[in-house]
């Protein structure tokens, strides 16, 4: 068949990831288009993927397009979701209480952000039904939320009227002459990401009072459409506010604080108070340790959150005190392969606790501590097979530190120790925002951690690393986060400074995943975020940081245990 030229069809097609194809007028908005099928998903649909470009549902299909809907029990869908829900309490928070400033502090793990209310007293129980009753008529009106971009210094001059000093901060450093702003009625707000087209979507909310704050609470991604109940993370909460008190003390409560700290040249400053509390923090707890003679001590926490690092400081500071504990290593109980459990996708799943000898661990633990000579296994991990170890017998009080990601779950270790048991529980705990209403992930910060940890360590790509990630959110999200309560003491291993420290070697990562690629999207959204941070000499942080377990050159890298 010639080629030729002709006119424009007036109708441009849409082709969905299951074959299907859906027609319509060119330029139609694709929210339009999907309407058509938004009951074929287990989920609502918020944004969609266009050639592999996340757009919002107001984008106009001009042209032949791949599309993949984003749907609320996704990452980015559940993202867009809860940024849009913050939007809208901000408005309806503004409406009611003219008078209060709304910070949208951190997450918790039962699905909600913890909001703290400042310049008028918080908020009674009374004030909080108010507040949830105006937003749900603001949801039942279905208000459009718009969406435009202004020059930089407009903006500037919008907030600084408002008296947001926070966002006047950080949108000064900003590298682009202009800024996209949503819009509520006559209302702005910069929202970093994507949001859905109206306050219609946000129908799945509630508001809880919380040690002094509240929770916007929202629907996790495996139940999009339902509230888990309250959990209660009275330990959690009060490490989040400990770090908000380190913020504090560092004069940098914002992302904009710091930017402007590192451009006055305060950068080594920054560095060396923060380190200074952490290795505060680290001797608190080996002064706990000591005080309760603990015989086992529990160390776990999520991916890339410096649990090595940290125990390595922590067994420093006991060995400071007088106290030597032997590491056991949980990696060396691994069952044979041929008995490790399987997980739904039928893979070997040895994050499972099962995939553990946790009966011949008991054994051990209780003859170790009974001052018995034990073999303890050792791990072949290229047969898959347990073989025999060294042969070991404890000092008299000689104690046991274990790492690993099974540390706060009460079955690993036999009730007859867990009394004896001291347990730590490590986390990035970030509670550094953008601005007051544009809450720093701690799993972005985390993610970014393991990039440069990996492309330096493993010689993965930021492609590579971002395929596993959902894996291992999994596995925490199992194993991990329903025990962290469990814990004796938290120890938030962020650093104030660390993604001005992380910027420099992640950004070169990320450009390099390639458009076609799925991990694209998550790339081009970590690399939006790190713009808005300025770089930070990475050799003014010192040797033994918790950063130089990802950075490199940590002087604990190959620190051991003295076994003699």
Same mark, same amino acid.
């Given at each position: 068949?010639?080629?030729?030229?002709?006119?424009? +069809?007036?109708?441009? *097609? $849409?082709?969905?990831?299951?074959?299907?194809?859906?027609?319509?007028?060119?330029? @139609?908005?694709? &929210?339009?288009?999907?309407?058509?099928?938004?009951?074929?998903?287990?989920?609502?649909?918020?944004?969609?993927?266009?050639? +592999?470009?996340?757009? *919002? $549902?107001?984008?106009?299909?001009?042209?032949?397009?791949?599309?993949?809907?984003? @749907?609320?029990? &996704?990452?980015?869908?559940?993202r867009i979701y809860r940024r849009s829900l913050v939007f809208l309490i901000e408005i309806a928070f503004a409406d009611l209480f003219p008078k209060g400033k709304l910070t949208i502090d951190h997450s918790v793990s039962s699905g909600g952000f913890y909001c703290q209310v400042t310049e008028r007293d918080a908020l009674t129980q009374s004030e909080l039904d108010s507040l949830k009753s105006y937003m749900q008529k603001l949801v039942n009106e279905d208000h459009p939320l718009g969406r435009k971009q202004v020059p930089i210094q407009d903006a500037i001059q919008y907030f600084k009227a408002l008296g947001y000093e926070d966002k006047v901060r950080?949108?000064?450093?900003?590298?682009?002459?202009?800024?996209?702003?949503?819009?509520?009625?006559?209302?702005?707000?910069?929202?970093?990401?994507?949001?859905?087209?109206?306050t219609g979507y946000l129908r799945w909310f509630d508001l809880n009072l919380t040690n002094g704050g509240f929770t916007l609470q929202f629907p996790r991604r495996h139940a999009p459409t339902h509230l888990e109940p309250m959990g209660d993370y009275p330990k959690l909460l009060n490490t989040f506010r400990q770090y908000g008190d380190w913020l504090t003390r560092l004069d940098i409560d914002n992302v904009g604080a710091l930017?402007?700290?590192?451009?006055?040249?305060?950068?080594?400053?920054?560095?060396?108070v923060s380190e200074a509390l952490h290795e505060q923090n680290v001797g608190d707890i080996a002064q706990q340790i000591a005080q309760k003679n603990s015989r086992i001590i529990l160390i776990a926490g999520p991916s890339s959150s410096g649990k090595t690092t940290t125990s390595r400081r922590l067994a420093i500071q006991l060995l400071a005190r007088g106290i030597s504990p032997f590491p056991l290593e949980l990696?060396?109980?691994?069952?044979?392969?041929?008995?490790?459990p399987l997980d739904e996708d039928g893979k070997t799943d040895f994050e499972s606790l099962e995939a553990l000898d946790i009966t011949r661990l008991a054994e051990d633990i209780e003859k170790l501590l009974s001052g018995d000579k034990v073999q303890l296994p050792r791990y072949n991990f290229k047969s898959g097979m347990s073989e025999a170890g060294d042969l070991i017998q404890l000092k008299d009080g000689q104690p046991l530190i274990l790492e690993g990601i099974h540390g706060m779950n009460p079955r690993l270790i036999s009730d007859r120790w867990a009394g004896a048991a001291f347990r730590v529980y490590v986390s990035a705990l970030t509670q550094l925002n953008l601005d007051r209403h544009n809450r720093v992930s701690t799993t972005d910060t985390r993610l970014i951690r393991r990039m440069v940890r990996d492309a330096r360590e493993r010689g993965y790509s930021a492609t590579q690393t971002i395929s596993r990630w959902e894996s291992v959110r999994r596995g925490e999200k199992?194993?991990?986060?329903?025990?962290?309560?469990n814990a004796d003491v938290m120890f938030n291993s962020a650093l104030v400074y660390e993604l001005a420290a992380l910027k420099p070697l992640a950004e070169p990562l990320l450009r390099q995943v390639q458009h076609r690629a799925?991990?694209?999207?998550?790339?081009?959204?970590?690399?939006?975020?790190?713009?808005?941070?300025?770089?930070?000499?990475?050799?003014?942080?010192?040797?033994?940081?918790?950063?130089?377990?990802?950075?490199?050159?940590?002087?604990?890298?190959?620190?051991?245990?003295?076994?003699?």
């Open positions: 068949m010639p080629i030729k030229f002709v006119k424009p +069809n007036k109708q441009v *097609e $849409l082709h969905l990831p299951d074959g299907r194809v859906l027609s319509g007028p060119r330029g @139609t908005q694709v &929210g339009e288009f999907l309407h058509r099928v938004k009951d074929d998903f287990g989920a609502p649909i918020v944004a969609a993927i266009i050639n +592999n470009e996340i757009h *919002e $549902l107001t984008y106009l299909v001009e042209i032949e397009s791949h599309c993949i809907p984003v @749907t609320m029990d &996704g990452a980015d869908g559940a950080l949108f000064s450093h900003r590298q682009k002459d202009y800024l996209t702003l949503y819009s509520f009625g006559e209302r702005m707000d910069y929202l970093h990401g994507y949001m859905v087209p109206s930017n402007d700290a590192i451009q006055s040249g305060r950068a080594d400053e920054i560095v060396l990696d060396n109980y691994f069952v044979d392969r041929a008995r490790t199992r194993h991990i986060f329903p025990y962290q309560e799925p991990e694209y999207i998550e790339a081009r959204r970590l690399l939006a975020f790190l713009e808005w941070f300025l770089p930070l000499d990475t050799s003014l942080i010192p040797a033994n940081s918790i950063m130089r377990e990802f950075l490199g050159g940590s002087s604990l890298k190959d620190f051991k245990i003295w076994r003699g």
